[in-house]
Nanobody, 125 residues
Framework: QVQLVESGGGLVQAGDSLRLSCTASGRTFSTFTMGWFRQAPGKEREFIAAMSGIGASTYFADSVKGRFTVSRDSAKNTVFLQMNSLKPEDTAIYYC??????????????????WGRGTQVTVSS
């Protein structure tokens, strides 16, 4: 199993940057793919990014490509979602999730079976 804890959310203004963290315990990075998702009020959950455990390849949704990046600190078992040029439409609860079974792949369609509780990001105009 994997336990995930997000942090770093908050209230920012449009154009600002924010970095979210997701710390994993129970397994090392090389054994799973880390995904980032978000859910805005009244909307379905949306995939936004992923990083593979092996090779650290990344995949981004079109809605955030060029503005968001993913990195990791293996020593701390922590993955970061750097969000730049934030827009009001980025307002949502952000979740990290782990997909086991194909750690060399970074894709939205993997089975993300382990989830954190989420962290709120609010972007004011």
């Amino acid at each position: 199993q994997v336990q995930l804890v997000e942090s770093g959310g908050g209230l920012v203004q449009a154009g600002d940057s924010l970095r979210l963290s997701c710390t994993a315990s129970g397994r090392t990075f090389s054994t799973f793919t880390m995904g980032w998702f978000r859910q805005a009020p009244g909307k379905e959950r949306e995939f936004i990014a992923a990083m593979s455990g092996i090779g650290a390849s990344t995949y981004f949704a079109d809605s955030v490509k060029g503005r968001f990046t993913v990195s990791r600190d293996s020593a701390k078992n922590t993955v970061f979602l750097q969000m730049n040029s934030l827009k009001p439409e980025d307002t949502a609860i952000y979740y990290c999730a782990a997909a086991l079974g194909a750690p060399w792949v970074a894709r939205p369609e993997l089975p993300y079976n382990y989830w954190g509780r989420g962290t709120q990001v609010t972007v004011s105009s």
